[in-house]
């Protein structure tokens, strides 16, 4: 017989970062039992900790949540769904209040007002500045949970499989990696704020956790997935040297002549970028150098402070209160100062994902979603500092919206013991020794050179069929073949197998998603279609009776009144 431990709640948050945690808040503060699986240490695990400080909010006089409202609409490229952005606008003020209120701090004016700056794209000075950057935000999100009853924090955990009841989503079975025990969790609602998917890349600034899983178990289970092709590419990552490589520097503060006035070069010592261009724009630029064959020796550009206007004592009184990363770059050799530093384009945030509602609610009864693991809220392009905004505000809608569905009744108990045992028998494979076997981090390696190769920066149609070949070959032949080290306790192979399964998976429809869309638009580049089409629509991709559905669907509107004008 098959022992495991079956736990029961009214909601079940898988995911950690900031969206999670604020969703378990609100959950418990409306008198809820809740679970929160994290699949790392909370506040010290996954994306949000690695944040920047930017938090976008219309707290300013003469600002309004209608300019917010414009501007983000604007930067999405068309893609935004109107009555998601709406929510985001109205809501992103008071969320950040609450984020006051549980102990982040921000940075304040001389008379205590917030201190804020304009960033590509905004009409109004809107990004706050959280103390801490998304650590900050973390912490305080926890100290705020830490303060409620009724909230059972579960680290280490990863949810592998969506369980169903009745008809809805009735909570999920996870892998303890404490343990190496396979467990379930029951639930009357279940809330999936497991973040984006940019570890399907090898050049990133995001952590090697980013991996997807909460969307593919989402897709497994039915859920719908939207514009998975879009993913938002930052232009100022390190490049070189090697010690540094994956550090962002926030070109915003760079290019910005009220904070550092510095300017970007090519690999001819040219300057390419006039202005203060949104992320999308300067991407482009990047990319023309690159095609025109004078971009820096590592395919980036060169970020160059020589001629700033400030002098030798301003601007290292500017750089040490704006750029974090400036005594880390001195640590291995290079002085923003005096040194021209190396940066390239790198994946960044995932702007598909879940399609949901301005409620969280997907196509799903009882599975709700929240923060960078959905689709529609940014579009094709994102606004600086609304990611943050989108994890408190979403995060707690999703949560009322879970609250207020809670099936009544009494269900009958799940059948777990097949599902649990058919994940022990797939670990006990892994285990097994193997002819020509392969370790999860040398296959996610293999996937990523695919994915880097067809699906980067640039794509085309004969590319993206070779590409999707290639990681259907990978299933196919190396899948098998994963081996991992046959340890129970900690055994974070365990961990690594079930995300580059899963890895492979996404990779699929993440292709199948571009090979769709037929147009350029935003961070997706088609070499064979250069145009924009005049209409926008998300693509969509969800398993039908075993296949992978693939279409489009059009964009959102704001309800009972078409556009806000």
Request: with cysteine; net charge neutral.
């Amino acid at each position: 017989m098959i022992m495991f431990e079956v736990k029961e709640t009214d909601i079940l948050v898988i995911g950690g970062g900031g969206a999670g945690i604020r969703a378990a808040i609100t959950a418990a503060e409306l008198g809820k039992k809740v679970i929160l699986l994290s699949k790392g240490p909370l506040s010290r695990s996954g994306i949000t900790p690695m944040a920047g400080e930017g938090v976008e909010g219309a707290v300013n006089e003469g600002d309004s949540s209608a300019h917010h409202y414009q501007d983000t609409i604007k930067a999405g490229r068309g893609l935004a769904d109107r009555n998601l952005v709406y929510a985001l606008a109205e809501d992103a003020v008071d969320r950040i209040h609450d984020l006051e209120a549980y102990g982040a701090r921000f940075k304040k004016n001389p008379d205590g007002s917030f201190a804020t700056s304009i960033r590509p794209g905004q009409t109004h000075s809107r990004n706050l500045f959280l103390i801490g950057g998304g650590y900050g935000l973390a912490a305080g999100l926890q100290r705020k949970m830490a303060s409620l009853p009724g909230i059972l924090l579960l680290e280490d955990g990863m949810a592998v499989k969506l369980l169903f009841q009745d008809g809805r989503v009735a909570g999920a079975v996870y892998l303890d990696i404490r343990t190496g025990a396979i467990h379930g969790i029951k639930a009357r609602a279940t809330i999936i704020a497991t973040g984006g998917y940019e570890e399907l890349w090898p050049f990133t600034d995001t952590p090697p956790d980013t991996t997807g899983e909460g969307l593919t178990i989402a897709y497994q289970a039915g859920t719908h997935l939207i514009d998975l092709e879009m993913v938002l590419y930052y232009p100022g990552v390190v490049v070189y040297p090697p010690a540094a490589r994956g550090w962002l520097v926030q070109y915003e503060y760079i290019l910005n002549p009220d904070i550092l006035d510095g300017r970007v070069l090519n690999g001819q010592g040219e300057v390419f970028i006039q202005g203060f261009p949104a992320r999308d724009e300067f991407i482009g630029a990047i990319r023309k150098q690159v095609t025109q064959g004078r971009a820096s020796p590592h395919g980036g550009f060169f970020v160059d402070l020589s001629h700033s206007r400030y002098s030798r004592e301003v601007l290292t009184e500017r750089l040490e209160t704006w750029l974090h990363q400036f005594t880390n770059l001195k640590q291995v050799g290079i002085d923003l100062r005096d040194d021209q530093l190396e940066m390239a384009p790198a994946a960044h945030y995932c702007l598909g994902g879940i399609r949901i509602d301005e409620f969280g609610r997907t196509n799903l009864p009882g599975l709700y979603a929240a923060g960078e693991v959905t689709g529609n809220v940014h579009g094709a392009n994102r606004l600086s500092g609304n990611a943050l905004s989108e994890t408190q505000v979403f995060g707690s809608r999703a949560a009322k919206a879970a609250c207020a569905y809670m099936p009544g009744g009494i269900s009958p108990p799940l059948p777990l013991e097949a599902v649990v045992g058919r994940e022990y028998k797939t670990i006990t494979r892994w285990k097994e020794s193997k002819a020509n076997a392969i370790r999860p981090i040398a296959l996610k390696s293999r996937l990523q050179a695919v994915m880097d190769k067809y699906m980067g920066l640039e794509r085309d149609e004969a590319g993206l069929f070779q590409g999707l070949a290639e990681v259907r070959k990978l299933r196919a032949e190396d899948l098998p073949c994963l081996t991992v080290s046959p340890i129970r306790r900690f055994c974070y192979e365990v961990q690594e197998a079930y995300e580059v399964r899963s890895m492979l998976d996404l990779a699929e429809i993440v292709i199948l998603s571009a090979l769709e869309r037929k147009e350029t638009r935003g961070h997706h580049y088609r070499l064979d279609f250069l145009k924009t089409d005049e209409t926008p629509f998300h693509t969509s991709i969800q398993l039908v009776n075993g296949e992978h559905k693939v279409g489009r669907m059009p964009v959102s509107k704001l309800k009972g009144e078409g556009e806000k004008g």
